[in-house]
């Protein structure tokens, strides 16, 4: 268990103990500040009293911490302020215990102190309970701790706004030297006596701001032409990364850090957090330097025995190395805190995170945490120490995603236990090559680490995920020069959802879930078939059918496929892709044959040119109405019949005119004859309802007054 976060009512701001290691003959001097937060005080007295009771074991410190039990033993020094504390500001104190009132009759060990705040006037009593280290001679063999942090970002939705500009802020924010990723990285580069500590950064490439699962290593999400409007912001971090890098062992985690306590339980194979995984090189490529990948670090900690085989299969593409988790799910020995690096049966390699400390380390979120975090850890390092002083041993500290430091406190935890005589810091690395050497632990199991807040993704959504990406990246195909860009803003929003990190803020989740959906339906629902009814009066001829692209891009390649109902029309051949302007429509022609009369519904779907769906279908009711066999017989009749009426009258004509005396008749004026262009029928258009076998372009001759254009009857 680990002390709780300081209060806003807590009356001492503990500044720091120094040495946090005592010994004979020195002297240790406690600083901090008295602070009227709810009452008034008028004449508040601090005073340090030893712990009555001895603390040796790891449960001896958690008790004398937690503890709640009237104050007893020995008051060691005290000062009175000196002034009045009105309620919102605070007052310095010192008290420097003179040498030989800190004393232990072992070689070494923990000393308990409570420090205690008094003021008569507002009857204020406040204990804060802490520890000093103790050492008169060196008689044990350091215990090595590595420490790995997260470099991962804020759960927040804004960061892949489908605004610009709300995005590029949001980025701002996430990147200020001063924000939350910048905090990390300033107090976990701390030097030490014997140097840098070795810190080990666990880094999400997305921190960046390109995903190489969704860009491939095209434009940077959001991007067109290749700019990258975050370039400027990211350039500092990415310097500062790659700089660290010789002095921090760099870990790359999947890109958009996915929860993997939660997706490899649910589906191992998914394709969208194997390509993140893929993805994790990226981090190299992008800093110009080699990173270690194939690390998986599950939030919960679990070390099952189910989870290996899932973990290696979502890891296939990069190889898992290690996978790091709580040490209570693997065997311990009575008595002894289990060691950090560990092995399988199989050979994998296992780096256990101490609970205690590893909880403890987010307890640096201001000053006077900082202080109280740093004698926590020299206590819990001695008490680990003292189970077995002759053996050389190493532990880890995986600070949780949740880390949002104080530089300072942070800073001076490590900098103290860099410092402490029983403390040597070691890299993850070293841990790595240690675990070759240890024994096959007998058992895995969950373990008692809760991980913070409920998973955010089931195999339901990441199903959902996939399906969307298929379906966004189809669409991608037919908007040319945006497609590209198009899919890489909807993919990096996709990728982001199953992240760990939304366990800490679930709404933020779900509005990036709902912007995600809302862009790929948008594209989905731009391009679509509108319905219409056609009167089909010819055996064969062509369907108009109009295609709709409300998009704000054009679309090319985008395939018109009809397929209908009854076997009363035959789609003769189906069209060829067309192109269609932005906010604009296209008419397709499509030929068609009719077999037989009756109402023919048509479904009409749009594809890409592989043939997959896109866009929203649509419903075209054909009437067909062949002319048939009756129509061209009765048509033939009839001309015949006319052909022999004109035939009887040109004889009886004939007949009259051999009677008659030829009177003289002046010759009509010439008439003008009426000529009708047809358009090009290509191969074969339909004119009033039948085939013409006129040349393209060929004039048609009328004759008489009632002489019209001749067009098919169809709408």
Do not use: C
Request: charged letters at 15%; hydrophobic letters at 40%.
């Amino acid at each position: 268990m680990v002390p709780a976060a300081a209060t806003d009512s807590a009356v001492l701001a503990l500044g720091a103990v120094t040495p946090p290691v005592a010994g004979p003959g020195v002297a240790v001097t406690i600083t901090g500040s008295v602070v009227a937060r709810t009452a008034r005080l008028a004449d508040p007295t601090v005073r340090v009293v030893l712990g009555s009771t001895a603390v040796v074991t790891r449960a001896s410190v958690e008790a004398w911490s937690t503890s709640t039990a009237a104050l007893g033993g020995l008051e060691v020094g005290s000062v009175r302020v000196g002034r009045v504390v009105d309620v919102g500001t605070s007052a310095p104190f010192t008290i420097t215990i003179p040498p030989g009132r800190f004393v232990l009759n072992r070689a070494f060990g923990i000393i308990p102190i409570a420090i205690q705040v008094r003021d008569g006037a507002s009857s204020t009593n406040e204990i804060t309970r802490t520890f000093v280290g103790w050492q008169r001679t060196k008689q044990y063999e350091p215990i090595r701790l590595a420490v790995v942090a997260p470099v991962t970002l804020s759960p927040s939705a804004a960061l892949f706004d489908t605004d610009p500009a709300a995005r590029t802020q949001a980025w701002k924010d996430e990147l200020d030297p001063g924000a939350r990723i910048g905090r990390i990285l300033d107090g976990t580069d701390v030097d030490g006596p014997a140097g840098p500590v070795p810190v080990t950064w666990a880094v999400d490439p997305g921190v960046l701001g390109v995903d190489s699962a969704a860009t491939t290593g095209t434009a940077a999400p959001g991007t067109a032409g290749g700019t990258d409007p975050l370039a400027p912001l990211v350039a500092p971090l990415r310097t500062r990364l790659a700089t660290g890098a010789g002095r921090h062992t760099l870990w790359a985690l999947p890109q958009a850090d996915p929860d993997l306590a939660a997706t490899v339980a649910t589906s191992p194979n998914d394709p969208t957090v194997a390509a993140e995984v893929t993805a994790s090189a990226s981090l190299g490529r992008e800093l110009g330097l080699a990173t270690t990948t194939g690390i998986a670090w599950p939030v919960d900690g679990s070390f099952e025995a189910t989870r290996e085989a899932g973990l290696r299969q979502a890891y296939a593409s990069v190889g898992l190395q290690a996978v790091v988790g709580s040490s209570s799910a693997l065997p311990v020995t009575s008595g002894f805190t289990g060691q950090a690096p560990r092995r399988t049966a199989s050979g994998l390699t296992l780096l256990a995170w101490d609970d205690v400390m590893s909880r403890l380390a987010t307890q640096t979120t201001t000053p006077a945490e900082g202080a109280l975090t740093t004698q926590r850890f020299v206590a819990e390092t001695g008490a680990i120490m003292a189970e077995s002083p002759g053996a050389a041993r190493t532990f880890l500290v995986a600070i949780p995603r949740s880390l949002n430091p104080d530089v300072g406190a942070l800073r001076q935890v490590l900098g103290t236990l860099a410092q402490t005589p029983w403390v040597q810091f070691a890299s993850t690395d070293e841990l790595q090559q240690q675990a070759a050497n240890q024994d096959p632990v007998a058992s895995t199991s969950k373990g008692s680490w809760s991980g913070y807040g409920e998973p955010q993704v089931d195999a339901v959504r990441l199903s959902r995920i996939t399906e969307q990406r298929r379906t966004t990246g189809e669409i991608a195909s037919v908007l040319g020069p945006n497609g590209e860009a198009y899919r890489n803003q909807l993919w990096t929003m996709l990728d982001q959802l199953p992240s760990v990190r939304w366990r800490a803020n679930p709404a933020e989740r779900d509005r990036l879930d709902s912007w995600a959906s809302e862009a790929a339906a948008a594209a989905t629902r731009g391009i679509s078939v509108a319905p219409q009814t056609t009167n089909f009066l010819a055996d064969e001829g062509t369907l108009q059918v109009t295609v709709v692209n409300d998009l704000g891009v054009d679309v090319d390649g985008v395939r018109l496929v009809l397929n209908p109902t009854n076997t009363r029309l035959r789609i003769v051949s189906q069209p060829d892709p067309v192109q269609i302007a932005a906010g604009s429509r296209a008419v397709v022609p499509v030929r068609a044959e009719a077999l037989a009369a009756g109402l023919v519904p048509v479904n009409a779907i749009l594809t890409t040119a592989d043939g997959t769906p896109i866009g929203v279908p649509g419903a075209l009711i054909v009437r067909a109405n062949p002319p048939g066999y009756a129509f061209y017989v009765v048509g033939g009749a009839i001309v015949l019949l006319i052909l022999v009426l004109g035939i009887v009258r040109t004889l009886r004509r004939s007949r009259t005119s051999s009677r008659t005396p030829a009177v003289p008749v002046a010759p009509p004026p010439p008439q003008e004859e009426e000529v009708v262009d047809v358009a090009p029928e290509g191969d074969g258009e339909t004119v009033a309802g039948r085939e013409t076998g006129a040349p393209s372009g060929s004039p048609v001759r009328a004759t008489g007054p009632a002489a019209r254009r001749m067009t098919d009857d169809r709408t």
